[in-house]
């Protein structure tokens, strides 16, 4: 939707489109709206005031929305809805008086956009240790979100030592992590018991997709995560083996069909596609978007 989204204001209303942040991360597509006239900034300063602006599929804090509209900028939202969920869980929360304690990553780009919601009632929370140090009255009441591109075994982790260490704390209805995320953790895990080797597709930057290098890795088999084919080293592979290829949530599938070809042009691999879970879940274009969407 994001990436849809960045297409369809180009377009409409021509270079150049800035974004506040990578639209997602992965160098692929970031480098492809580069040439098709995208400029990507990490503060709204750098906008010229007037111009077009989108905001990423991490979600910003309502500060970067407030300064979007100081420099009168046409800003067009295309925010995950499932990081907007999270958004919304904190807005909810921080109101009712809850300390709430965000699982994720310090300085990652959705993590300050959630934090950005209610600074005052948000901790973040990395780890188990970090559990650990926490010093939080009896009463105080307490409350978790997760970041939405966690590793669902870290982050079940750190919930059951929350729970242990304070029983009262609230949950969301639903868990944060993206469905996403969670399938595709669900099958690298499963697959590759009986592999060689694994190559995620996707960005370092990506923190679903480290996450998928790392379980892919679990139990010593060699896992790769890189942007792309011309990435690999072939003396890495040889022909009798088999390779699992999964890929982060934001990598093209064309990123995925290149690096399948390099392994059949340089080993005569054989495919075998194998599916944990279907997706069929799809998400609208941000309103102003979607008459644009019908008249092109």
Not at 45 to 72: C, M, W, Y
Not at 98 to 124: Q, R
Not at 213 to 218: I, K, T
Not at 231 to 250: M, Y
Request: charged residues 25%; aromatic residues 6%; hydrophobic residues 40%.
């Amino acid at each position: 939707m994001a990436i849809q989204s960045l297409d369809l204001t180009l377009q409409e209303f021509g270079p150049p489109v800035y974004v506040y942040h990578e639209i997602v991360h992965n160098q692929y597509v970031v480098n492809e709206f580069k040439d098709k006239g995208a400029v990507f900034v990490d503060q709204v300063s750098e906008i010229p005031d007037g111009s077009t602006l989108l905001f990423s599929a991490h979600g910003v804090s309502p500060e970067i929305r407030k300064a979007a509209q100081e420099k009168n900028l046409h800003a067009f939202d295309a925010t995950c809805p499932l990081v907007t969920k999270v958004h919304l869980e904190a807005i909810k929360y921080a109101k009712e008086g809850y300390t709430i304690l965000l699982i994720g990553h310090e300085g990652h780009d959705e993590v300050i956009g959630t934090m950005g919601e209610a600074p005052e009632a948000i901790i973040l929370i990395e780890d188990e240790e970090a559990v650990r140090r926490l010093e939080i009255g009896p009463d105080t009441k307490l409350a978790y979100l997760t970041q939405t591109t966690l590793s669902v075994d870290d982050a079940n982790q750190i919930i059951s030592k929350l729970r242990e260490k304070f029983p009262h704390i609230q949950s969301p209805p639903k868990d944060d992590i993206c469905y996403a995320t969670q399938n595709r953790q669900e099958a690298v895990k499963k697959l590759s018991e009986d592999v060689d080797a694994v190559i995620i597709l996707g960005s370092q930057n990506s923190s679903n997709s480290q996450r998928l290098r790392e379980l892919g890795a679990e139990d010593g088999t060699p896992a790769y995560l890189v942007d792309g084919p011309e990435d690999l080293d072939a003396k890495a592979f040889t022909a009798d083996q088999t390779v699992l290829i999964s890929a982060g949530a934001s990598a093209p599938e064309s990123v995925v069909q290149a690096t399948i070809r390099w392994l059949e042009s340089n080993f005569e691999g054989i495919v075998e596609e194998q599916s944990v879970r279907e997706e069929s879940v799809r998400f609208p274009l941000p309103k102003p978007l979607r008459s644009i969407q019908r008249e092109l």
